[in-house]
């Protein structure tokens, strides 16, 4: 856990009152006292609740009625370790952190703020410490109440549906759709005759008309706002583009390589990121609020299912995106959990 954390907790009024324990700061108001401990490991449980007994007594001691207690656990990225995840279903009043995206985790059964203190660590800035005044400034920022701020926002995907919406409309304005739509297709016969394999990734920001792209970047934009905070921007991107080319593969493959039939939209990529959030849940146990594993794996059987009874529709692109998207998230929580094995026996 980086310092500039505790500096910034500092600067918002705490204090490391045990010269022992650096990484516990206390905050003291009225009859009110706030104590918030922070690091990358933990002890057990019982030690954890142990501690705050002894400290809630020892403040009562000194005439504070209320005592309050937070418990946050840090981790470079948003691949947690499974002891902090048993901590979070264990204990209350526990968050976990994401340092290289500067986000709170609050989990479902953990308290969506405490003290002001999710506004406070995610306006940490990357840099160096930065002055009492600045850090406030960049508090006021934080949009929709300290869930987006500049280390979370969603880039990727506002970028990703920006030139989707581009792909769209400036062809048509300057008259040259079907052009573009010829051009850029997902068609066998010109993969395979012409070797014009650049049609993979083309096809994947082409639509058919509006309410084509506006049906698909309105669940870019959904889903993506959950898979791209959580596995980070770069991965995210990956993501995307391996489960959109995936998805042109497999129609191919399933007939399309002969068929002289077009396709395009970016709905192969599109459910890659359901595959993505899929597996995320399913091997991580991420509890991400207001999404749980049940709704995720009705969407994505519904949706799969849609697609066979709508006409038109490429459902092969649809799966194959799917099944990349499993597989990407999968190989990156293989790397994450080898990384954080490969760190603890250090």
Known sequence: MNQRYVQALVQYGYAPEFPDKPNMLVRKQGNECYIVMMGNYVSSTEDII???????????????LYVYHLLVLFHRDAMF?????????????????????????QYENQPIDFDGLC?????????QHASANGFLDRSKRLIGNGYFSRATFPYVTVTLALLNILCYFIPILTGYNETVLTMGALWGPGII????????????????DFRHISNNMISLLLLGNVLEPMIGKWKYLCLYI??????????????????????????????????GILISKIVMRDKLPGISLGWMIWMCISSIIDGFQTEGIDNAGHIGGFIGGLVMGGLFIWYQKCTNSGRKNE
């Open 119 to 127: 506004q406070v660590l995610e306006s940490v800035p990357s840099g």
């Open 242 to 275: 391996v489960s959109g080319i995936a998805g042109g593969l497999l129609s191919l493959l399933t007939g399309g390589f002969y068929d002289n039939t077009m396709s395009i939209g970016a709905s192969g990529a599109i459910f890659g990121i359901m595959g």
């Open 193 to 208: 005759e012409r070797g014009e394999w650049y049609r993979l990734l083309s096809s994947m920001f082409l639509h058919a």
């Open 81 to 105: 370790l499974e002891e902090q995840l048993e901590q979070v279903e264990r204990i209350r009043n526990v968050w976990l952190f994401a340092e290289d995206q500067n986000r709170v985790f």
């Open 50 to 64: 142990l501690r705050r007994e002894e400290l809630t007594r020892f403040y009562h001691e000194q005439g504070y």
